[in-house]
């Protein structure tokens, strides 16, 4: 029988919830930037990689130089911090939203082949078939983030219009107001 009284585990994640929103909040005014700095570590990532695989494919040591290394994983780390904001600002996550699992595993794929392109390929043949391989599912991830699709570029046109954009219409539509006192799962903040 429902008494009125709210239970200490119902108190604890309203609690929580609050925690978690007060953060998201705090977040959302800088959601512009943050996305502004990942999709231009993305592209300096991309263009660096490119070099580097490029040099290593013409056997040059150069593929190695402190400068590109030390550059690319300070760029590699910018966007990947600012994708764990970005999943926060909008609200979905990895496991829970299909694209952003895709993202992930896509990353991870992207990791491996670029590992193997630069340095544990042992031949020519197979350092170069990994390089190229990175590059595709370099370009399949973006196809995924623009698309919010983990079929990324391969998305029918149809099914992408039928599912619009989580930035502009879930993200706001989901995002509440400051002052509505609504929170994460949907229920009324105490
Ligand atoms: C090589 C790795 C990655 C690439 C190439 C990439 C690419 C992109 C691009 C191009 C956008 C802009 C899409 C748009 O606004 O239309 C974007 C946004 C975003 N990315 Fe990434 N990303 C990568 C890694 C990640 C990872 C690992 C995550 C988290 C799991 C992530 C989460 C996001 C989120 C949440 C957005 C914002 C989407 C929105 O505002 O609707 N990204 N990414």
Redesign the pocket.
């Known amino acids: 029988m429902y008494t009125g009284a709210p239970t200490a585990r119902a108190m604890t994640c309203a609690r929580k919830s609050r925690g978690h929103d007060s953060v998201e909040r705090m977040l959302e005014p800088f959601y512009s930037e943050i ?1 502004i700095v ?2 231009v570590c ?1 592209a300096l ?2 263009a660096i990689f490119t070099v580097r695989g490029a040099l290593r494919s013409a056997d040059s040591s150069a593929a190695q130089h402190a400068a590109l290394r030390y550059g690319s994983y300070a760029i590699d780390t910018t ?2 911090l600012a ?2 904001v ?2 926060t600002i ?1 609200r ?1 996550y ?1 496991l829970s939203s299909p694209w ?1 699992t895709m ?2 595993v896509l ?1 991870a794929a ?1 990791i491996g082949f670029g590992t193997i392109a630069l340095k544990r390929g042992r031949t020519h043949v197979i350092r170069a078939a990994a390089f190229a391989l990175a590059l595709v599912t ?1 370009a399949f ?2 196809g995924v ?2 698309r ?1 699709d983990p079929r990324g570029w391969l998305t029918p046109d149809g099914a992408a219009s039928a599912a619009p ?3 502009r219409v879930q ?1 706001r539509r989901s995002v509440p107001t400051p002052g509505a006192n609504i929170s994460a799962h949907g229920a009324p903040a105490m």
Do not use: D, E, M
């Open positions: 996305r990942h999709i993305v990532s991309g966007l990947l994708a764990v970005l999943t909008i979905q990895p952003l993202k992930l990353v992207y370099f991830i973006v983030a623009i919010h954009s989580p930035r993200h």
